[in-house]
């Protein structure tokens, strides 16, 4: 080995969070490489956990490299875009409905009930409003509000009835005797 061979190989390098050329080199995340915390923020950020992600895109951001830096600065800038978005503005009773639809079916039923109540504010006589409601409260167990609602709902439009015996979200408290007696008038207890 000739002796430039030798003392390159002996030259010592320099610890995380120094650099060589006179300038502090920028820290990583502790215990993760830059490539790790970029990469735990992607998983993060497709998870919609966009806080979570932000902090560990902002650590990948000081580190070495500078294209992985580059890309976690603007994933931060997304994250922040995302965390700033202002809420849903709904303004007519079918947007609260539709909205209260889609919370129901990712069993955010309080806020469904929320949004349902709103569009019979504004229109009492929905029977569609009225069935969502009921099958929301019924999904949440509270049978007397799930008969209330639906019964209305019924008499509003008696077609409600036969859509109500086949919906799966009625079918925890279809054998209740109110709403049992409800769905099928023509049976003999």
Same mark, same amino acid.
């Given at each position: 080995? *000739?002796?430039?061979?030798?003392? =390159?190989?002996?030259?010592?390098?320099?610890?995380?969070?120094?650099?060589?050329?006179?300038?502090? /080199?920028?820290?990583?995340?502790?215990?993760?490489?830059?490539?790790?915390?970029?990469?735990?923020?992607?998983?993060?950020?497709?998870?919609?956990?966009?806080?979570?992600?932000?902090?560990?895109? *902002?650590? /990948?951001?000081?580190?070495?490299?500078?294209? !992985?830096?580059?890309?976690?600065?603007?994933?931060? =800038?997304?994250?922040?875009?995302?965390? /700033?978005?202002?809420?849903?503005?709904?303004?007519?009773?079918?947007?609260?409905?539709?909205?209260?639809?889609?919370?129901?079916?990712?069993?955010?039923?309080?806020?469904?009930?929320?949004?349902?109540?709103?569009?019979?504010?504004?229109?009492?006589?929905?029977?569609? !409003?009225?069935?969502?409601?009921?099958?929301?409260?019924?999904? *949440?167990?509270?049978?007397?509000?799930?008969?209330?609602?639906?019964?209305?709902?019924?008499?509003?439009?008696? =077609?409600?009835?036969?859509?109500?015996?086949?919906?799966?979200?009625?079918?925890?408290?279809?054998?209740?005797?109110?709403?049992? =007696?409800?769905?099928?008038?023509?049976?003999?207890?």
């Amino acid at each position: 080995m *000739s002796k430039s061979a030798e003392r =390159r190989s002996t030259r010592e390098v320099p610890p995380a969070g120094e650099a060589t050329n006179g300038q502090a /080199a920028p820290q990583r995340a502790p215990g993760r490489s830059q490539m790790e915390a970029f990469q735990e923020g992607m998983r993060l950020f497709h998870a919609r956990q966009f806080q979570q992600a932000r902090d560990l895109f *902002s650590a /990948a951001s000081s580190g070495p490299d500078r294209a !992985v830096s580059h890309r976690a600065g603007l994933h931060v =800038r997304m994250c922040d875009q995302r965390l /700033a978005s202002p809420g849903v503005v709904l303004k007519t009773p079918e947007d609260h409905y539709n909205y209260a639809v889609t919370l129901m079916n990712s069993r955010d039923l309080a806020g469904a009930q929320k949004h349902l109540r709103a569009a019979l504010e504004a229109d009492p006589s929905s029977d569609h !409003v009225l069935y969502a409601l009921a099958a929301c409260l019924a999904l *949440s167990g509270d049978v007397h509000g799930a008969y209330e609602n639906l019964k209305r709902a019924i008499d509003l439009q008696p =077609r409600n009835r036969l859509a109500a015996r086949q919906d799966p979200d009625f079918a925890s408290v279809a054998d209740q005797p109110a709403l049992a =007696r409800l769905l099928h008038p023509d049976k003999k207890a």
